[in-house]
């Protein structure tokens, strides 16, 4: 069946510092990759968007890869700072049974240490 | 930027009543929105998908008769969670597709409802 994997424990990380977070997949051949961000409470917002014939994607502090024979996504937070804590989520969408549907993965919770 | 509201934030309810919870596209006409459920400490899981002026899509385990989606208008979905129970209690979270420019793969979310049985 189709899994998708994400480090369900914390990540602690000093303010200042590079924040790498993994999103590993398996049984999934997706068209594309979503990374999103949780508050506590609140409802996810989009932040990256990476189509399976792409290696890369930046915005601002944030870099995306995707690597669909290893079938993993890296997602980086350069110069991360106390307001960038919150959980990520991955999320993988095809276009099975005609129309987008997205799979959300568990998502990793990140604390950035001032 | 699109904007998708829900309504109410927060409800209690008894078990056995039925709870609406509205979703609300502000800024933008969305053809397609998507319910999704959390628990704690768990992914989001789709619910159901509903297009505008036609039935909605259930995914596989979900009770089209206890979860009614209406997606009545270009800006306006609604889940009614009937004869409520206990482990009905969950975070619910509703995302709509903005198509207007086009195809977008981009979902935006609602803050999402808490809805606590008793």
């Known amino acids: 069946s189709q899994k998708i994997e994400q480090n369900s424990e914390a990540l602690n990380i000093q303010e200042g510092k590079t924040a790498t977070l993994t999103c590993n997949y398996t049984?999934?051949?997706?068209?594309?990759l979503q990374w999103y961000r949780q508050d506590p409470g609140r409802g996810p917002v989009f932040l990256l968007l990476?189509?399976?014939?792409?290696k890369e994607k930046r915005k601002e502090r944030l870099k995306v890869t995707f690597d669909t024979t290893l079938k993993q996504s890296l997602f980086h937070i350069t110069a991360s700072q106390p307001a960038d804590s919150a959980t990520y989520l991955c999320?993988?969408?095809?276009?099975?049974?005609?129309?987008?549907?997205?799979?959300f993965g568990i998502g990793t919770k990140l604390q950035v240490i001032p | 930027g699109a904007v998708v509201s829900q309504h109410p934030s927060r409800v209690i309810c008894k078990s056995g009543t039925s709870v609406k919870i509205e979703c609300r596209s502000l800024?933008?006409?969305?053809?397609?929105m998507f319910w999704y459920r959390q628990f704690p400490k768990q992914s989001l899981m789709l619910m159901a998908t509903?297009?505008?002026?036609?039935?909605?899509?259930?995914e596989q385990g979900v009770e089209k008769d206890k979860f009614l989606i209406n997606h009545a208008s270009l800006t306006l979905s609604t889940l009614t969670v009937t004869s409520a129970h206990p482990e009905d209690s969950s975070f619910y979270i509703c995302?709509?597709?903005?198509?207007?420019?086009?195809?977008?793969?981009?979902?935006?979310f609602g803050p999402g409802t808490r809805l606590t049985v008793t």
């Open positions: 509903s297009n505008e002026g036609s039935k909605a899509t259930y």
């Open positions: 999320a993988l969408g095809d276009n099975s049974g005609g129309y987008q549907k997205v799979t």
């Open positions: 800024d933008f006409q969305a053809t397609t």
């Open positions: 990476i189509r399976e014939n792409e």
């Open positions: 995302s709509a597709r903005d198509r207007s420019g086009g195809f977008s793969y981009e979902q935006y």
């Open positions: 049984n999934y051949s997706p068209a594309y």
